[in-house]
């Protein structure tokens, strides 16, 4: 069946609300009528009110680039699901391998933040990935195996609905490394059969898997064009308007 492809930007650290502001006026116009994918800019939470302004009413969707998973209390710093929601954003970003690197993330949060997001309507777009080290080694697959059901833990059927998957294999990730077009479909597939086993067929078929590592305008159409891979998680070629219409172009 055919799956629609997302093609979600994840700025990071960058960016401030007035440059936020800048770029989504600059890219709107070369994105515009481009409705061929679903258009993601995952923002730092500081730009949120300024992008979901900016792309009131346009083809670009606004995601944030992580959420935490209580409802409310006292957790300095953090950002609930409710609050994004209310703020307008329809994605987050759930266990990018820097917050798993840098913040201590594991297994088990991305999963409470997972559900967090999902009990509140968000789309969760949930990391997998292993290092190079794992590659190496030949467990690629049972790294990715393991984080994925880990992170889809008490998920139900329907809430499926709203989760993406992102394959990004740390190595490949700011790195300039792309995985092959073969590698990464490989595994964008094995994830579906991950998928499958726990959900059906049906399911597995209708979940976006997204490639993220080094994506970028040269790349792009090939990676897009392997079967299993529904879009992408992109980083640094995200943050150069005419990079990241290249990518969209070839997600159509
Ligand atoms: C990312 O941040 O998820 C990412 C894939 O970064 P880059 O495209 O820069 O490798």
Redesign the pocket.
Known sequence: MARRKVIAG?W?MNMTPSQAKAFIEELYPCVKGKHGCDIVVCVPAINIPAVVKATAGTCIKVGAQNVHFAKSGAFTGEISADMLVDAGVKYV?IG???RRQYFAETDETVNARTKAALDAGLKAII?VGELLSEREQGITEEVVAKQTKLALLDVTEEQMKNVII?Y?PVW?????K?ATAEQADEVCGFIRSVIAKKYGKAIANATAIQY?????AKNAAELLAMPNIDG???????LKAPDFTVIVEAAQ
Not at 232 to 238: D, K, T, V, Y
């Open positions: 994840n990071k970003v990018h391998s820097e990391c992102a990004e490949a990730i700011g790195t300039g792309t993220g590592g080094s994506m970028n992408g998680l992109i980083g640094g070629a995200s």
